[in-house]
């Protein structure tokens, strides 16, 4: 079974904290993404990588970075928190040989 | 970019309905995906369709490529089946990005 895990379920931060969230996947997929999920807006793309150490911007980049030192790791990083990223965020990878989409469970962040 | 509309936005069903769910899309796909999700939970992709159809238990997903529509069925729904079901697009020109509906609500009763 592919397995995409996310380092925290529950996270709560305080503003201008940084945050990292971590999603690592035991697949060997190529590409890999952070969205963030929202009630009304559906799931919104942040980032994405297509291979190790490549990186592109999603629909709402801004105050998110990205890393992908390692073809199984995928971290979304916030330099500095700030109360409206606060959201569910979800990791998915894909790759070109199914097609087949697969998310981790999910890390919900609170930023007070 | 590729608008994708999902109908409805809330479904109440009683245990053994037949349930449809709707997408259509705007722009030229070269994939779709159907995902669920349930309350507090991860997303779970149930199907992946380029044409036709494809049948996986309970659930049934068809795609219809000339009118841009496919839709979702559940036979003898049951209260498990409670969940938000997404629909999300690849567009043809894009091989990395997904649109997504907004999601269906799917609530079933006993």
């Known amino acids: 079974d592919v397995k995409v895990t996310q380092s925290s379920r529950y996270l709560v931060k305080r503003t201008g904290e940084k945050v990292f969230l971590e999603c690592v996947q035991d697949m060997d997929h190529e590409n890999m993404f952070w969205y963030r999920q929202d009630p009304g807006l559906g799931l919104r793309l942040i980032y994405f990588?297509?291979?190790?150490?490549?990186?592109e911007k999603g629909d709402i980049p801004e105050g998110y970075s990205v890393s992908r030192e390692k073809k199984e790791r995928f971290s979304l990083i916030l330099e500095s928190a700030s109360t409206n990223q606060t959201s569910m965020y979800l990791c998915a990878t894909w790759t070109r040989n199914s097609g087949e989409l697969f998310f981790g469970e999910g890390s919900r962040l609170t930023v007070l | 970019k590729n608008e994708v509309e999902q109908s409805p936005q809330n479904l109440t069903a009683q245990e053994g309905e037949f349930i449809t769910i709707n997408c259509s899309y705007s722009?030229?796909?070269?994939?779709l995906h159907w995902l669920q999700q349930h309350p507090g939970g991860g997303i779970v992709s149930l199907f992946m369709l380029s044409s036709g159809k494809k049948k996986h238990g309970r659930l049934i997903a068809t795609i219809n490529i000339q009118e841009k529509h496919s839709s979702l069925h559940i036979t003898a729904s049951h209260p498990r089946d409670s969940a938000v079901y997404i629909c999300?697009?690849?567009?043809?020109?894009?091989?990395?990005?997904?649109?997504f509906g907004k999601g269906t609500l799917l609530t079933v009763n006993p």
């Open positions: 722009v030229g796909i070269s994939a």
């Open positions: 990588s297509y291979d190790v150490k490549m990186k």
């Open positions: 999300a697009v690849r567009s043809g020109g894009s091989n990395y990005k997904l649109t």
